[in-house]
């Protein structure tokens, strides 16, 4: 199982990035599929979780600004972030688990003005 995540950078607080993330080595539309992201000197935390039926899940601190969503014909994941703020620097991973917990390289945001 591979990941690949791309679309991070640098933003100004209030504004948006999309980040993608794409998967092979697996059947990708029976697995649930994550975003985790660690900010410096922080643990690694869960961000969101989208099912294979499509649920969806958010940690608190995102609710509301983030989005995750799947293209199961283009084996990619996404994270929309919209109003972004500093403490959303982090370097974002995704995350998919079969048989055990398979992790991409990060792609790293930096919300700063």
């Known amino acids: 199982v591979q990941l690949q995540a791309s679309g991070g950078g640098l933003a100004q607080p209030g504004e948006s990035l999309r980040l993608s993330c794409t998967a092979s080595g697996l059947i990708f539309s029976i697995n649930a599929m994550n975003w985790y992201r660690q900010a410096p000197g922080k643990q690694r935390e869960l961000v969101a979780t989208?099912?294979?039926?499509?649920?969806?899940n958010y940690a608190d601190s995102v609710k509301g600004r983030f989005t995750i969503s799947r293209d199961n014909a283009k084996n990619t994941i996404y994270l929309q972030m919209n109003s972004l703020k500093p403490e959303d620097t982090a370097v974002y991973f995704c995350n998919v688990w079969v048989h055990q917990s398979y992790w991409g390289k990060g792609t790293l945001v930096t919300v700063s003005s």
């Open positions: 989208i099912t294979s039926g499509g649920y969806t």
